[in-house]
Protein backbone atom coordinates (compact mmCIF):
# COMPACT_ATOMS: atom_id res chain seq x y z
CA UNK A 1 0.00 0.00 0.00
CA UNK A 2 1.61 3.12 -1.15
CA UNK A 3 2.26 5.66 1.76
CA UNK A 4 0.85 8.89 2.74
CA UNK A 5 2.65 12.51 2.23
CA UNK A 6 2.61 12.56 6.34
CA UNK A 7 4.62 8.89 6.12
CA UNK A 8 6.95 10.08 3.44
CA UNK A 9 7.65 13.49 5.20
CA UNK A 10 8.57 11.64 8.44
CA UNK A 11 10.82 8.86 6.41
CA UNK A 12 12.34 11.65 4.98
CA UNK A 13 13.28 13.34 7.75
CA UNK A 14 14.79 10.12 9.26
CA UNK A 15 18.09 8.41 9.12
CA UNK A 16 18.44 6.84 6.23
CA UNK A 17 17.35 2.87 6.95
CA UNK A 18 17.57 -0.18 4.53
CA UNK A 19 14.43 0.78 3.38
CA UNK A 20 14.86 4.98 2.27
CA UNK A 21 17.40 6.47 -0.21
CA UNK A 22 18.49 9.49 -0.75
CA UNK A 23 19.59 11.35 -4.38
CA UNK A 24 20.29 14.84 -5.35
CA UNK A 25 19.90 14.43 -8.53
CA UNK A 26 19.55 12.09 -11.60
CA UNK A 27 22.24 14.16 -13.55
CA UNK A 28 25.30 13.62 -11.27
CA UNK A 29 27.96 10.78 -11.90
CA UNK A 30 26.08 7.60 -12.14
CA UNK A 31 23.44 8.54 -10.34
CA UNK A 32 20.41 6.57 -12.67
CA UNK A 33 21.86 3.71 -12.24
CA UNK A 34 22.28 3.64 -8.90
CA UNK A 35 18.48 4.30 -8.47
CA UNK A 36 18.12 1.41 -10.98
CA UNK A 37 19.72 -0.33 -8.66
CA UNK A 38 18.02 0.28 -5.49
CA UNK A 39 14.70 -0.23 -7.23
CA UNK A 40 15.79 -3.95 -8.04
CA UNK A 41 17.20 -3.97 -4.19
CA UNK A 42 13.85 -2.81 -2.79
CA UNK A 43 11.82 -5.22 -5.33
CA UNK A 44 13.80 -8.02 -3.88
CA UNK A 45 13.37 -6.81 -0.19
CA UNK A 46 16.05 -9.27 1.41
CA UNK A 47 15.00 -8.34 4.93
CA UNK A 48 11.69 -9.40 4.16
CA UNK A 49 9.81 -5.72 5.40
CA UNK A 50 7.01 -6.90 3.18
CA UNK A 51 6.64 -3.22 2.91
CA UNK A 52 7.29 -0.67 0.22
CA UNK A 53 11.00 1.34 -0.23
CA UNK A 54 11.11 4.67 -1.07
CA UNK A 55 14.14 6.89 -3.04
CA UNK A 56 13.59 10.44 -2.55
CA UNK A 57 15.23 12.44 -5.55
CA UNK A 58 15.99 16.05 -4.82
CA UNK A 59 17.40 16.11 -1.68
CA UNK A 60 20.88 15.33 0.17
CA UNK A 61 21.82 13.23 2.45
CA UNK A 62 20.49 14.59 5.83
CA UNK A 63 16.88 15.22 3.96
CA UNK A 64 17.36 18.78 3.17
CA UNK A 65 15.94 19.68 -0.20
CA UNK A 66 18.65 20.79 -3.33
CA UNK A 67 15.90 22.80 -4.89
CA UNK A 68 15.81 20.19 -8.05
CA UNK A 69 12.85 20.90 -10.77
CA UNK A 70 10.49 18.09 -10.25
CA UNK A 71 8.31 17.82 -13.34
CA UNK A 72 6.58 15.97 -15.44
CA UNK A 73 9.74 15.36 -17.31
CA UNK A 74 11.16 14.31 -14.40
CA UNK A 75 8.79 12.15 -13.10
CA UNK A 76 8.52 10.48 -16.80
CA UNK A 77 11.90 9.71 -16.72
CA UNK A 78 11.61 7.92 -13.64
CA UNK A 79 8.80 6.34 -14.26
CA UNK A 80 10.20 4.83 -17.25
CA UNK A 81 13.38 3.14 -15.32
CA UNK A 82 10.64 0.33 -15.02
CA UNK A 83 9.99 -0.34 -18.78
CA UNK A 84 13.39 0.07 -19.98
CA UNK A 85 13.48 -3.84 -20.01
CA UNK A 86 16.95 -3.42 -17.57
CA UNK A 87 14.97 -4.44 -14.00
CA UNK A 88 13.28 -7.82 -14.66
CA UNK A 89 10.80 -9.12 -14.25
CA UNK A 90 9.12 -5.58 -14.18
CA UNK A 91 8.89 -3.83 -10.14
CA UNK A 92 5.70 -3.28 -8.83
CA UNK A 93 6.69 1.25 -8.27
CA UNK A 94 4.74 4.16 -8.45
CA UNK A 95 5.93 8.13 -9.07
CA UNK A 96 5.25 11.14 -7.03
CA UNK A 97 5.81 14.33 -6.34
CA UNK A 98 5.88 15.42 -2.56
CA UNK A 99 5.50 18.91 -1.41
CA UNK A 100 8.09 19.70 1.59
CA UNK A 101 6.65 23.15 2.39
CA UNK A 102 7.45 25.32 -0.89
CA UNK A 103 10.37 22.63 -2.19
CA UNK A 104 9.69 19.89 -4.03
CA UNK A 105 10.90 16.25 -3.80
CA UNK A 106 10.40 13.47 -6.53
CA UNK A 107 9.60 9.59 -4.83
CA UNK A 108 9.75 6.30 -6.50
CA UNK A 109 8.39 4.01 -4.02
CA UNK A 110 8.76 0.14 -4.73
CA UNK A 111 6.61 -2.84 -3.49
CA UNK A 112 7.91 -6.07 -2.47
CA UNK A 113 8.32 -8.62 -5.58
CA UNK A 114 5.83 -11.62 -5.67
CA UNK A 115 8.44 -13.11 -7.71
CA UNK A 116 11.85 -12.68 -6.52
CA UNK A 117 14.83 -12.70 -7.18
CA UNK A 118 14.43 -9.37 -9.71
CA UNK A 119 17.76 -8.48 -11.30
CA UNK A 120 18.77 -5.08 -12.91
CA UNK A 121 21.27 -5.68 -16.05
CA UNK A 122 20.94 -9.66 -15.02
CA UNK A 123 22.51 -8.91 -11.62
CA UNK A 124 20.44 -8.96 -8.31
CA UNK A 125 20.80 -6.33 -5.58
CA UNK A 126 19.52 -6.45 -1.76
CA UNK A 127 19.86 -4.01 0.49
CA UNK A 128 22.44 -4.74 4.00
CA UNK A 129 21.56 -2.04 6.23
CA UNK A 130 21.77 1.60 4.33
CA UNK A 131 23.61 -0.05 1.58
CA UNK A 132 22.96 -1.79 -1.98
CA UNK A 133 25.11 -5.13 -2.87
CA UNK A 134 24.98 -7.86 -5.24
CA UNK A 135 23.56 -11.17 -3.60
CA UNK A 136 25.44 -14.22 -2.93
CA UNK A 137 24.52 -17.57 -4.41
CA UNK A 138 22.87 -18.14 -0.91
CA UNK A 139 21.12 -15.03 -0.69
CA UNK A 140 19.79 -15.56 -3.89
CA UNK A 141 18.50 -18.88 -3.10
CA UNK A 142 16.92 -17.60 -0.19
CA UNK A 143 14.97 -15.03 -2.73
CA UNK A 144 13.73 -17.84 -5.17
CA UNK A 145 12.57 -20.47 -1.61
CA UNK A 146 10.58 -17.23 -0.58
CA UNK A 147 8.14 -17.95 -3.18
CA UNK A 148 5.09 -20.57 -2.74
CA UNK A 149 4.44 -22.88 -6.17
CA UNK A 150 0.66 -21.63 -5.70
CA UNK A 151 1.30 -18.65 -5.54
CA UNK A 152 3.83 -17.91 -8.60
CA UNK A 153 2.57 -16.92 -11.97
CA UNK A 154 1.97 -19.90 -13.97
CA UNK A 155 5.20 -19.10 -15.83
CA UNK A 156 7.28 -19.78 -12.71
CA UNK A 157 5.57 -22.97 -11.68
CA UNK A 158 6.77 -26.44 -11.88
CA UNK A 159 6.16 -27.94 -15.41
CA UNK A 160 4.88 -31.00 -14.14
CA UNK A 161 6.09 -34.34 -15.89
CA UNK A 162 9.16 -32.85 -17.02
CA UNK A 163 12.68 -33.69 -16.56
CA UNK A 164 16.22 -31.84 -17.23
CA UNK A 165 16.69 -33.86 -20.43
CA UNK A 166 13.42 -31.88 -21.71
CA UNK A 167 14.41 -28.80 -22.42
CA UNK A 168 17.90 -27.43 -24.70
CA UNK A 169 20.85 -26.87 -21.68
CA UNK A 170 23.14 -26.47 -24.57
CA UNK A 171 21.47 -23.35 -25.87
CA UNK A 172 20.57 -22.17 -22.78
CA UNK A 173 24.52 -22.14 -22.28
CA UNK A 174 25.59 -20.73 -25.36
CA UNK A 175 23.15 -18.08 -26.18
CA UNK A 176 20.40 -17.28 -23.80
CA UNK A 177 22.61 -16.93 -20.02
CA UNK A 178 24.91 -14.79 -22.36
CA UNK A 179 21.66 -12.90 -23.03
CA UNK A 180 20.68 -12.04 -19.98
CA UNK A 181 24.00 -11.68 -17.47
CA UNK A 182 26.92 -9.91 -18.20
CA UNK A 183 29.68 -11.61 -19.02
CA UNK A 184 31.72 -11.26 -16.33
CA UNK A 185 28.89 -12.15 -14.07
CA UNK A 186 29.10 -15.82 -16.43
CA UNK A 187 32.22 -16.06 -15.98
CA UNK A 188 32.73 -15.98 -12.50
CA UNK A 189 29.56 -17.89 -11.70
CA UNK A 190 31.15 -20.84 -11.21
CA UNK A 191 27.74 -22.58 -10.52
CA UNK A 192 26.14 -25.67 -12.14
CA UNK A 193 23.29 -25.58 -14.99
CA UNK A 194 20.70 -26.50 -12.77
CA UNK A 195 21.75 -23.59 -10.07
CA UNK A 196 21.79 -21.02 -13.41
CA UNK A 197 18.46 -22.42 -14.36
CA UNK A 198 16.69 -21.93 -10.71
CA UNK A 199 17.97 -18.67 -10.41
CA UNK A 200 16.39 -17.55 -14.08
CA UNK A 201 13.22 -19.12 -12.71
CA UNK A 202 13.66 -21.49 -15.68
CA UNK A 203 14.09 -24.35 -13.33
CA UNK A 204 13.29 -25.47 -9.74
CA UNK A 205 16.20 -26.24 -7.04
CA UNK A 206 15.70 -29.82 -7.59
CA UNK A 207 15.90 -29.23 -11.56
CA UNK A 208 12.54 -29.86 -12.70
CA UNK A 209 11.84 -26.86 -15.59
CA UNK A 210 8.88 -24.27 -14.88
CA UNK A 211 6.43 -23.86 -17.73
CA UNK A 212 8.32 -20.32 -18.70
CA UNK A 213 11.87 -22.85 -19.06
CA UNK A 214 9.65 -25.23 -21.38
CA UNK A 215 8.24 -22.47 -23.41
CA UNK A 216 12.03 -21.00 -23.65
CA UNK A 217 14.24 -23.49 -23.56
CA UNK A 218 11.66 -26.43 -24.12
CA UNK A 219 12.77 -29.46 -27.10
CA UNK A 220 9.34 -30.15 -27.52
CA UNK A 221 7.28 -27.07 -25.46
CA UNK A 222 3.63 -28.24 -27.01
CA UNK A 223 4.26 -31.69 -25.29
CA UNK A 224 3.82 -30.29 -22.18
CA UNK A 225 1.89 -26.89 -23.19
CA UNK A 226 -0.55 -27.99 -25.73
CA UNK A 227 -1.70 -24.52 -26.71
CA UNK A 228 2.20 -23.13 -26.94
CA UNK A 229 2.08 -22.73 -30.75
CA UNK A 230 0.90 -20.26 -33.22
CA UNK A 231 -2.11 -21.35 -36.02
CA UNK A 232 -1.03 -18.99 -39.25
CA UNK A 233 -3.85 -18.97 -41.93
CA UNK A 234 -3.84 -17.06 -44.97
CA UNK A 235 -6.94 -17.12 -47.29
CA UNK A 236 -7.76 -15.51 -50.95
CA UNK A 237 -10.76 -13.40 -49.52
CA UNK A 238 -12.68 -12.09 -47.21
CA UNK A 239 -13.76 -15.11 -44.69
CA UNK A 240 -12.90 -18.63 -43.80
CA UNK A 241 -14.34 -20.32 -46.47
CA UNK A 242 -11.98 -19.06 -49.03
CA UNK A 243 -9.60 -20.59 -50.74
CA UNK A 244 -6.05 -21.33 -48.26
CA UNK A 245 -3.00 -19.93 -49.75
CA UNK A 246 -0.61 -20.93 -46.56
CA UNK A 247 -1.11 -22.76 -43.33
CA UNK A 248 1.77 -23.13 -40.99
CA UNK A 249 1.82 -24.44 -37.31
CA UNK A 250 4.86 -22.64 -35.50
CA UNK A 251 5.29 -24.72 -32.44
CA UNK A 252 9.33 -24.88 -31.34
CA UNK A 253 10.20 -22.94 -27.85
CA UNK A 254 10.16 -18.76 -27.53
CA UNK A 255 13.41 -17.64 -29.66
CA UNK A 256 12.98 -19.84 -32.73
CA UNK A 257 8.94 -19.35 -32.68
CA UNK A 258 9.48 -15.46 -32.65
CA UNK A 259 12.32 -15.94 -35.55
CA UNK A 260 9.67 -17.75 -37.66
CA UNK A 261 6.99 -15.17 -36.88
CA UNK A 262 8.98 -12.59 -37.70
CA UNK A 263 10.09 -14.32 -41.08
CA UNK A 264 6.25 -15.00 -42.16
CA UNK A 265 5.47 -11.57 -41.49
CA UNK A 266 7.67 -10.34 -43.92
CA UNK A 267 6.84 -12.93 -46.69
CA UNK A 268 3.44 -11.96 -46.32
CA UNK A 269 3.82 -8.05 -46.47
CA UNK A 270 3.55 -7.09 -49.85
CA UNK A 271 5.39 -3.64 -50.73
CA UNK A 272 4.75 -1.84 -54.19
CA UNK A 273 6.73 0.26 -55.54
CA UNK A 274 4.88 4.13 -57.17
CA UNK A 275 7.38 6.51 -59.38
CA UNK A 276 6.37 10.13 -58.44
CA UNK A 277 6.25 13.01 -60.64
CA UNK A 278 10.31 13.92 -59.56
CA UNK A 279 10.77 9.87 -60.97
CA UNK A 280 11.71 8.73 -57.98
CA UNK A 281 10.20 5.76 -56.38
CA UNK A 282 8.73 5.10 -53.34
CA UNK A 283 7.65 1.68 -51.22
CA UNK A 284 4.05 1.13 -49.88
CA UNK A 285 3.51 -1.58 -47.46
CA UNK A 286 -0.09 -3.02 -46.89
CA UNK A 287 0.52 -3.40 -43.61
CA UNK A 288 3.35 -2.08 -41.47
CA UNK A 289 5.81 -4.73 -40.31
CA UNK A 290 6.68 -2.99 -36.36
CA UNK A 291 2.70 -2.99 -36.45
CA UNK A 292 2.63 -6.52 -36.63
CA UNK A 293 5.42 -8.32 -34.83
CA UNK A 294 4.46 -5.77 -32.05
CA UNK A 295 0.57 -7.49 -31.87
CA UNK A 296 1.97 -10.68 -32.49
CA UNK A 297 4.74 -10.31 -29.82
CA UNK A 298 1.99 -9.33 -27.48
CA UNK A 299 0.15 -11.94 -27.82
CA UNK A 300 2.77 -14.75 -27.65
CA UNK A 301 3.84 -12.72 -24.78
CA UNK A 302 0.29 -11.95 -22.15
CA UNK A 303 -1.41 -15.03 -23.60
CA UNK A 304 -2.80 -17.63 -21.12
CA UNK A 305 -1.49 -20.50 -21.12
CA UNK A 306 -3.08 -22.44 -18.25
CA UNK A 307 -5.58 -24.29 -18.45
CA UNK A 308 -6.36 -24.09 -22.58
CA UNK A 309 -4.74 -26.14 -25.49
CA UNK A 310 -6.16 -23.20 -28.05
CA UNK A 311 -3.66 -21.36 -29.79
CA UNK A 312 -2.44 -17.70 -30.83
CA UNK A 313 -4.20 -17.64 -33.97
CA UNK A 314 -2.80 -15.58 -37.03
CA UNK A 315 -5.45 -14.99 -39.63
CA UNK A 316 -4.68 -13.10 -43.05
CA UNK A 317 -7.09 -12.30 -45.03
CA UNK A 318 -6.78 -9.76 -48.42
CA UNK A 319 -8.06 -7.47 -46.59
CA UNK A 320 -7.53 -7.80 -43.17
CA UNK A 321 -5.08 -9.54 -40.70
CA UNK A 322 -6.98 -11.16 -37.23
CA UNK A 323 -4.87 -12.19 -34.58
CA UNK A 324 -6.48 -13.78 -31.22
CA UNK A 325 -4.49 -14.54 -28.00
CA UNK A 326 -6.33 -16.95 -25.53
CA UNK A 327 -6.82 -15.21 -22.07
CA UNK A 328 -8.33 -12.04 -21.71
CA UNK A 329 -6.97 -8.87 -19.65
CA UNK A 330 -4.49 -9.34 -16.60
CA UNK A 331 -3.67 -7.55 -13.22
CA UNK A 332 -4.37 -4.17 -13.43
CA UNK A 333 -5.66 -4.16 -17.04
CA UNK A 334 -8.97 -4.72 -17.52
CA UNK A 335 -11.75 -5.06 -20.47
CA UNK A 336 -12.54 -1.34 -19.62
CA UNK A 337 -9.07 0.27 -19.28
CA UNK A 338 -7.31 -1.79 -22.06
CA UNK A 339 -5.01 0.05 -24.06
CA UNK A 340 -4.92 3.18 -21.99
CA UNK A 341 -1.06 4.43 -21.66
CA UNK A 342 0.33 3.44 -18.79
CA UNK A 343 -1.70 0.71 -18.16
CA UNK A 344 0.13 -2.71 -18.39
CA UNK A 345 0.48 -6.02 -15.84
CA UNK A 346 2.47 -9.04 -17.16
CA UNK A 347 0.80 -12.57 -16.47
CA UNK A 348 3.74 -14.26 -17.76
CA UNK A 349 6.81 -12.13 -15.75
CA UNK A 350 9.34 -14.65 -17.26
CA UNK A 351 8.69 -14.65 -20.50
CA UNK A 352 8.66 -11.35 -20.45
CA UNK A 353 12.11 -10.77 -19.16
CA UNK A 354 13.15 -13.63 -21.74
CA UNK A 355 11.94 -11.38 -24.45
CA UNK A 356 13.87 -8.34 -23.86
CA UNK A 357 16.44 -10.47 -23.22
CA UNK A 358 16.57 -11.51 -26.97
CA UNK A 359 16.09 -8.16 -28.09
CA UNK A 360 11.87 -8.53 -28.78
CA UNK A 361 10.91 -6.06 -26.76
CA UNK A 362 12.43 -2.53 -26.76
CA UNK A 363 10.31 -0.74 -23.82
CA UNK A 364 8.24 -2.53 -22.12
CA UNK A 365 4.63 -0.93 -22.28
CA UNK A 366 5.00 0.24 -25.57
CA UNK A 367 3.78 -1.93 -27.94
CA UNK A 368 0.53 -0.51 -28.53
CA UNK A 369 1.73 3.21 -28.93
CA UNK A 370 4.01 1.79 -31.36
CA UNK A 371 1.66 -0.35 -33.08
CA UNK A 372 -0.79 2.85 -33.41
CA UNK A 373 1.78 4.81 -34.82
CA UNK A 374 3.04 2.66 -37.32
CA UNK A 375 -0.22 1.96 -38.52
CA UNK A 376 -1.08 5.91 -38.96
CA UNK A 377 2.71 6.44 -40.77
CA UNK A 378 1.45 3.79 -42.99
CA UNK A 379 -1.48 5.16 -43.52
CA UNK A 380 -3.50 2.26 -42.58
CA UNK A 381 -6.86 2.64 -40.35
CA UNK A 382 -6.60 2.08 -36.74
CA UNK A 383 -6.59 -1.32 -35.07
CA UNK A 384 -9.85 -2.69 -33.91
CA UNK A 385 -9.00 -4.01 -30.52
CA UNK A 386 -12.08 -6.75 -28.88
CA UNK A 387 -10.66 -7.49 -25.24
CA UNK A 388 -12.78 -9.94 -23.56
CA UNK A 389 -12.52 -12.04 -20.34
CA UNK A 390 -11.69 -14.73 -22.31
CA UNK A 391 -9.23 -13.59 -24.93
CA UNK A 392 -8.18 -10.41 -26.57
CA UNK A 393 -8.56 -9.87 -29.93
CA UNK A 394 -7.50 -7.48 -32.83
CA UNK A 395 -8.38 -6.57 -36.52
CA UNK A 396 -5.79 -4.53 -39.03
CA UNK A 397 -6.91 -3.65 -42.00
CA UNK A 398 -5.02 -2.70 -45.20
CA UNK A 399 -3.58 0.10 -46.23
CA UNK A 400 -5.46 2.02 -48.65
Request: proline share 8%; glycine share 8%.
Amino acid sequence: MAKTADELLLLLADVETDQVERKESLRVGDAKERVCQAICAYANDLPDRRTSGVIFIGVTDNGRPTGLTVDDRLLLELSDLRGQGKILPPPIMTVSKLDMGGAAVAVVEVEPSPSPPVRFNGQVWIRVGPRRAIATLDEERRLAERRRAADLPFDSRPAWGSQLSDIDVGFFEREYLPSVLPPEAVAANGRTVVQRLASLRLATLDGTPTNAGILILGIEPVRFLPGAYVQFLRVDGGDLSAAIIDERRLTPALPSLLRELDELLRLNIRTAVRIGEALRDSRHSDYPLAALQQLTRNAVLHRSYEGTAAPVRLTWYRDRVEIYSPGGPYGVVTVENFGQPGVTDYRNPILAEAMGALGYVQKFGAGLQITRRSLQENGNPPADFTPDPSYVGVVVREAK
